[in-house]
């Protein structure tokens, strides 16, 4: 189990660093496709939950609110659901006990989009890294390397959409980010 364990940290390091390379030379490129957002929402959170170890089971309660129907975005499905792991997995790291909740509702302020967003319970974000926090190797963390928010924000702006992220009220800190909707199917 250790040795599959670091042998996935090693390979997400190596894409996350193949990915800035990508980013940094604008070589970057989206395969888009038209599909129901909260199933590829519905996928992530599952393959998620079915990945944590068996004392998170037991101590954070994972959470999939729908709040929308099935809507339907143009986007590369493949790199939504790094968005989305990527999110969930800090969730995860920085909650011990509590909550973590994903969700979708459809916003109409910027236009037809639809957000999502993954809450947590956990320490929050440290008040010395907010003002970087979506900028390369910007981590509290011991255990993480500060790319993969990062890329997560790059691959929501070349989608349209836009990524932010906030403290919650009382404890943990959401983290949201939009794309555009093609159309409503519900």
């Known amino acids: 189990n250790v040795i599959i364990r670091n042998a996935k940290k090693l390979r997400q390091l190596t894409e996350n660093i193949l990915d800035i390379t990508k980013i940094e030379n604008n070589s970057m490129e989206l395969n888009k496709e038209e599909f129901i957002l909260s199933r590829t929402v ?31 975005v143009v986007a590369d499905k493949h790199r939504v659901n790094q968005v989305i792991s990527n999110l969930l997995n800090n969730a995860i790291k920085f909650t011990e006990q509590g909550d973590i909740t994903i969700s979708t509702e459809k916003e109409e302020k910027y236009g037809k ?14 008040p010395d890294i907010i003002s970087r926090f979506f900028t390369k190797f910007a981590t509290k963390s011991h255990t993480g390397t500060g790319l993969g928010l990062f890329i997560s924000k790059i691959i929501v702006e070349a989608h349209g959409g836009r990524m932010w992220a906030e403290n919650n009220p009382g404890k943990g800190a959401s983290f949201s980010f939009t794309l555009p909707i093609a159309a409503n199917l519900v």
């Open 42 to 72: 519905l996928d992530s959170f599952t393959d998620f939950a079915n990945q944590i170890s068996k004392e998170q089971k037991e101590n954070v309660k994972l959470i999939f609110a729908l709040d929308e129907g099935d809507v339907l």
């Open 113 to 126: 989009e639809v957000i999502v967003k993954v809450k947590d319970s956990g320490s929050g974000i440290d």
